[in-house]
């Protein structure tokens, strides 16, 4: 009998397994394809905007997206360097070969079990989870962890040709999503996709527009890996889509997935594919698309995801600047996937159903590695308190990142796939990419039954032994003081502002059109004539509404301040 059976190896499955192999449990990973775990199915990158935040708040529990994409980097860049700290984030380009190398290597060292096998149904009993049955066998275990990521009754889609699939090549989980919505609730379903591969060679290098790496100093995903100075800083490359595009685009609806209705699920708001790109943003005359260097002699196009046939994609591609001669190596696609309505989970992403069942990454229809790999920290350190009788712990949204983004899942659900964003968090301030250890440091206390502490230990023996690490660590602590100072003043207007926000909560409002207030966001604007708000507080419990967005629409209403 197992512990835990973990059933997915992608970046949330990992994670929950990583994390849990720290104890003395009995862990299972059920997977369908053991070569796959950990991997980047999207494009070959990690970090940024909000994202950088998630992945050092995970490294500062113990995971190791952050350590895994330090390591495996092939350039490292720190972004929004003209702004505050509050804002800067670091993004890592990857080597996927390099990535899943180094993932194998970790799992050797661990106390876990690897089966590759399908999962056909969850052995319940008296509303609790005691197992699982596969097409070769059953396993009993005390707890279960689903990770399932896009593999829920995916379909893919290519032009008109569609696979019942949940990555290209890998069949999907039909059988078990048939349970599921028997089991918890009718699931739903989101749109992701993912952008073509072009061939390194006939790419017109000299049209496009560098993109170089930090080398002094060299950003960090992790606390726990030094980037040598010799680290690879690959260049990447940044170009733009033409009118011609547009008129392909414009040509290509009326046999798109997307605009026949073939695919109905919500997609990403700000990972748009390039269809939705040009059809709602038409005035815009460019749109960006970045080649990012990946295996095999490939380049990724990240900005140019699509499911047009393999015509319109050959089009696409030779009518943007550099990319006339190119040649493609992989198509890109979409796909249409169900995931479960994250209300119906406790903080501690345990199904308020059924006991010991436990989701994490884009089942809950969040997108991303970062939110997946966030989110598998989560499930994996309460699956392991659940069996031992310990009380669950969770993030608070007022300390972290991740407690963010499980305050908006719970609370709020998902009706397009969820991105963290810094723009999200009303104490941005205080939440920051150098400060997540010292934010994380009672949990760290609290949690020493689960977190492995030994890279904490050997960082410790290095300071005691390296002069030269002495003045690293002397460095960190006179910056994290300049900041302190720094933010104070502007801290306690932010959290003004935040107490003020409660206080006026209760005024009524009459029936407005949100789309007069100047400055606010389409986005918000069509969630709040939508919604019909009739109070203040009603417009708080709306979960794209934050701070900034709020500031606006009281500064509509004067007479309120």
């Given at each position: 009998?197992?512990d835990i059976?973990?059933?997915?190896g992608?970046?949330a499955?990992?994670e929950?397994a990583?994390?849990?192999s720290?104890?003395?449990n009995k862990?299972?990973?059920?997977?369908?394809?053991?070569?796959?775990?950990?991997?980047?199915?999207?494009?070959p990158s990690?970090g940024?905007?909000g994202k950088?935040n998630?992945?050092?708040?995970?490294?500062?529990?113990g995971?190791y997206?952050?350590y895994l994409a330090?390591r495996?980097?092939?350039?490292?860049k720190?972004?929004?360097t003209?702004?505050?700290?509050a804002?800067?984030?670091?993004?890592?380009?990857?080597?996927?070969k390099?990535y899943k190398?180094n993932i194998?290597?970790?799992?050797?060292k661990?106390n876990?079990?690897i089966l590759q096998d399908?999962v056909?149904?969850l052995?319940?009993?008296n509303?609790?989870?005691?197992g699982?049955k596969t097409?070769i066998n059953?396993?009993?275990s005390?707890a279960v962890i689903?990770?399932t990521?896009?593999f829920l009754n995916?379909k893919?889609?290519i032009g008109?040709?569609k696979y019942n699939?949940?990555r290209?090549?890998e069949k999907?989980?039909?059988?078990?999503s048939k349970q599921l919505?028997?089991?918890i609730e009718?699931l739903k379903?989101?749109?992701?996709?993912?952008?073509p591969r072009?061939?390194f060679?006939n790419?017109?290098f000299k049209?496009?527009k560098?993109?170089t790496g930090?080398s002094?100093?060299?950003p960090?995903?992790?606390?726990?890996?030094?980037?040598?100075?010799?680290?690879k800083?690959?260049?990447?490359?940044i170009?733009?889509?033409?009118?011609k595009?547009?008129?392909i685009?414009?040509k290509?609806?009326k046999?798109?997935p997307?605009?026949?209705?073939?695919?109905?699920?919500?997609?990403?708001?700000?990972?748009p594919?390039i269809e939705d790109?040009i059809?709602?943003?038409?005035n815009?005359?460019?749109?960006n698309?970045?080649l990012e260097?990946?295996e095999n002699n490939q380049?990724y196009?990240?900005g140019?995801?699509t499911?047009?046939n393999?015509?319109f994609q050959?089009?696409?591609?030779?009518s943007i600047?550099g990319?006339?001669?190119?040649q493609?190596?992989?198509?890109?696609?979409?796909?249409?996937?169900e995931?479960?309505?994250?209300?119906?989970?406790?903080k501690?992403l345990?199904?308020?159903?059924i006991?010991?069942?436990?989701?994490a990454?884009?089942?809950n229809?969040t997108?991303?590695?970062?939110?997946?790999a966030?989110?598998g920290?989560v499930?994996?350190?309460?699956?392991?308190?659940?069996?031992n009788?310990k009380?669950y712990?969770?993030?608070?949204?007022?300390?972290?990142?991740i407690?963010?983004m499980?305050s908006?899942?719970?609370?709020n659900?998902?009706?397009?796939p969820?991105?963290i964003?810094?723009?999200k968090?009303?104490?941005?301030l205080?939440?920051?990419e150098?400060?997540?250890?010292?934010r994380?440091?009672?949990?760290l206390k609290?949690?020493?039954i689960?977190i492995?502490?030994n890279?904490?230990?050997h960082?410790?023996?290095?300071?005691?032994n390296?002069?030269?690490?002495?003045?690293?660590i002397n460095?960190?602590?006179?910056?994290?003081?300049?900041l302190?100072?720094?933010?104070?003043?502007?801290i306690k207007?932010q959290?003004?502002?935040?107490?003020?926000?409660k206080?006026?909560k209760n005024?009524?409002?009459?029936s407005?059109?949100?789309f007069?207030?100047?400055?606010?966001?389409?986005e918000?604007s069509e969630k709040l004539?939508?919604?019909?708000?009739?109070?203040?507080?009603?417009?708080?419990k709306?979960?794209?509404i934050?701070?900034?967005?709020?500031?606006?629409?009281?500064n509509?209403?004067k007479k309120?301040i």
């Amino acid at each position: 009998m197992q512990d835990i059976i973990i059933i997915g190896g992608g970046h949330a499955g990992f994670e929950a397994a990583a994390m849990l192999s720290n104890t003395k449990n009995k862990i299972l990973i059920i997977t369908k394809n053991i070569n796959n775990i950990g991997e980047l199915s999207c494009n070959p990158s990690i970090g940024g905007i909000g994202k950088s935040n998630l992945v050092r708040e995970v490294d500062s529990l113990g995971g190791y997206i952050g350590y895994l994409a330090t390591r495996s980097s092939i350039q490292l860049k720190k972004i929004n360097t003209s702004k505050g700290e509050a804002v800067q984030c670091t993004r890592s380009q990857i080597n996927r070969k390099k990535y899943k190398k180094n993932i194998k290597i970790i799992f050797k060292k661990k106390n876990i079990k690897i089966l590759q096998d399908e999962v056909l149904k969850l052995i319940i009993k008296n509303n609790s989870v005691i197992g699982v049955k596969t097409k070769i066998n059953s396993f009993l275990s005390k707890a279960v962890i689903l990770t399932t990521g896009t593999f829920l009754n995916g379909k893919i889609h290519i032009g008109s040709i569609k696979y019942n699939e949940g990555r290209m090549n890998e069949k999907n989980s039909f059988t078990l999503s048939k349970q599921l919505n028997y089991l918890i609730e009718p699931l739903k379903k989101l749109k992701t996709g993912t952008s073509p591969r072009i061939s390194f060679k006939n790419i017109e290098f000299k049209n496009l527009k560098e993109q170089t790496g930090d080398s002094n100093p060299i950003p960090s995903l992790s606390e726990r890996y030094n980037v040598s100075k010799n680290y690879k800083n690959i260049k990447c490359w940044i170009t733009k889509t033409t009118e011609k595009t547009k008129e392909i685009i414009k040509k290509s609806l009326k046999i798109s997935p997307i605009y026949k209705n073939l695919i109905n699920g919500n997609s990403p708001r700000y990972c748009p594919s390039i269809e939705d790109k040009i059809y709602r943003f038409y005035n815009n005359k460019k749109h960006n698309v970045f080649l990012e260097p990946d295996e095999n002699n490939q380049i990724y196009l990240g900005g140019v995801s699509t499911c047009l046939n393999y015509k319109f994609q050959k089009l696409l591609l030779k009518s943007i600047v550099g990319l006339e001669k190119c040649q493609i190596t992989k198509l890109g696609y979409s796909v249409e996937y169900e995931f479960l309505n994250p209300k119906n989970l406790k903080k501690s992403l345990e199904s308020k159903i059924i006991k010991g069942l436990f989701f994490a990454g884009q089942i809950n229809g969040t997108t991303g590695y970062e939110e997946a790999a966030a989110q598998g920290v989560v499930a994996g350190i309460n699956s392991y308190l659940y069996i031992n009788n310990k009380k669950y712990w969770y993030p608070n949204k007022k300390n972290s990142y991740i407690g963010l983004m499980v305050s908006d899942l719970t609370k709020n659900g998902v009706t397009e796939p969820y991105r963290i964003f810094a723009k999200k968090n009303e104490n941005r301030l205080n939440f920051r990419e150098d400060n997540s250890s010292k934010r994380f440091f009672n949990v760290l206390k609290n949690l020493k039954i689960i977190i492995n502490f030994n890279f904490l230990k050997h960082k410790k023996e290095n300071i005691n032994n390296n002069l030269i690490n002495n003045i690293n660590i002397n460095k960190n602590i006179t910056k994290q003081i300049n900041l302190h100072f720094k933010y104070k003043n502007y801290i306690k207007i932010q959290n003004f502002s935040l107490k003020k926000k409660k206080n006026i909560k209760n005024f009524r409002l009459k029936s407005i059109n949100f789309f007069k207030i100047k400055n606010l966001s389409k986005e918000i604007s069509e969630k709040l004539n939508k919604e019909k708000p009739k109070s203040i507080k009603d417009i708080l419990k709306i979960n794209i509404i934050k701070n900034d967005s709020f500031k606006i629409i009281l500064n509509y209403f004067k007479k309120l301040i």
